[in-house]
């Protein structure tokens, strides 16, 4: 796909490719150091901007924003109302993002057998 063209599943604010790798693309959402915590989170039921702040790896509030934006212009979450009906929206991970739930199943499965100390803190499904 040219560069200047969007797919139908990006937007086209996204930025450019720097290769056509599916790992390389896949790194470029997600292959930072918040990222996939913030998915992680996503998948054991928080939605809230107070939620993800408040988990155990202390995400600066300025990155969770960015990380956040990043992921919703990537259609790996959406925003929807909050549940309790508040003025602040939630978020939700799109079937894009559903997807990535084997993957993080099978790091979180690498990390308990390989990396000591670990332990699960909240089930996935």
């Known amino acids: ?14 930025p450019a490719r720097r290769s056509p790798c599916p790992v390389a693309c896949a790194l470029d959402l997600f292959g930072d150091r918040w990222t996939l915590l913030v998915i992680r989170d996503l998948m054991l039921g928080r939605s809230r901007f107070k939620d993800f702040s408040a988990s155990p790896e202390g995400i600066p509030t300025n990155i969770l924003s960015d990380r956040l934006e990043r992921l919703l212009e990537s259609g790996i979450v959406r925003q929807i109302p909050a549940a309790d009906g508040g003025k602040r929206m939630a ?35």
Do not use: C, F, N
């Not at 040219?2 to 990006?10: I, M, N, V």
């Open 1 to 14: 796909m040219p560069k200047a063209q969007a797919s139908k599943h990006t937007r086209s604010t996204s």
């Open 91 to 125: 978020y939700e991970l799109t079937q894009k993002g559903e997807a990535l739930r084997p993957i993080l199943k099978s790091m979180r499965d690498w990390g308990l057998t390989w990396e000591p100390g670990t332990k699960v803190l909240l089930q996935q499904s």
